[in-house]
C-alpha cells in the first residue's frame, strides 16, 4: 500500500486552502451554493449587504444552520436585522458544511 496519493492530495488540499483567490473545493461548493440560492437578497461579494439581507461573511455554521434550515438563530445569537423576511431554504441543508466553508 502506498500513501504517496493521499498525501499529494492533502497537500494540494492545504495549499488551495492558502492561496489567495483559490477556494478549496468545499468552499467553491458553498460559493456555487450561494450564487444559486442566496443572492437574490444577499451580495454576491458576502462581505457587503445586499439589496436585501445583510452581509453574511463570517456567518458560522451555526448560525447558517439555524437561520437557512429552520428560520431561526442560535441561541444567545444577536441578529444583524430585527426582521424575518428570509423564508427558510431546508433543501440547501447538505450543504451547510460547505456554505459556512465559503463564508468563514
Ligand atoms: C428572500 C430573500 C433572501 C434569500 C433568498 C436569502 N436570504 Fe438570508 N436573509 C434575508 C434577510 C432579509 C435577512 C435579515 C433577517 C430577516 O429579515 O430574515 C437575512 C438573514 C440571513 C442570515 C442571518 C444574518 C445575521 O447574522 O443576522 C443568514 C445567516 C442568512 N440570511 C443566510 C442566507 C443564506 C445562506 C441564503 C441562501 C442559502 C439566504 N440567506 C437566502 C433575506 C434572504
Given amino acids: ?6 498525501a499529494l ?3 494540494a488540499v492545504a495549499l488551495g ?3 489567495e483567490g483559490g477556494l478549496s473545493p468545499a468552499a467553491e461548493r458553498g460559493r456555487q451554493t450561494y450564487l444559486a440560492n442566496c ?11 445586499g439589496p ?3 452581509p453574511l461573511k463570517g456567518s ?3 448560525l ?3 437561520k437557512v434550515i429552520s428560520g431561526t438563530y442560535p441561541p444567545g445569537y444577536t441578529p444583524k436585522r430585527p426582521t424575518k423576511v428570509m423564508v427558510p431554504i431546508p433543501a440547501v441543508a447538505p450543504e451547510i458544511a460547505s456554505l459556512a466553508e ?3
Fill in 17 to 19: 486552502g492558502c492561496s
Fill in 102 to 104: 465559503y463564508l468563514r
Fill in 52 to 54: 436585501v439581507g445583510p
Fill in 1 to 6: 500500500m502506498s500513501a504517496t496519493p493521499l
Fill in 64 to 66: 447558517l444552520e439555524a
Fill in 39 to 49: 443572492v437574490a437578497c444577499h451580495n454576491t461579494d458576502p462581505s457587503q449587504p
Fill in 60 to 62: 458560522s455554521r451555526e
Fill in 9 to 11: 492530495l492533502a497537500l
